[in-house]
């Protein structure tokens, strides 16, 4: 699967899947975010709910939504 490549892609550039954040729901849609590190280096990027939670249960980690109420 492709979060199986992405996992594996990350890991060999040694990038660390540090949290995932379920960031908004406007209208009936989710909205999330995926931060990294590499070396030191903190990135967010903008992913769909789905990928995010794919890519956190490959790394193990839970994601967690950030105060908002649904």
Known sequence: MTHDLFK????GLAVTLERVEITALHDGT????????H???????????SDAIALAVRFGLAP????ARW
């Open 30 to 37: 989710f909205y999330a975010e995926i931060e990294f590190d």
């Open 39 to 49: 070396a030191g280096t903190k990135s967010r990027i903008s992913s769909r709910p």
């Open 64 to 67: 967690m939504p950030t105060g």
């Open 8 to 11: 594996t892609v990350l890991d």
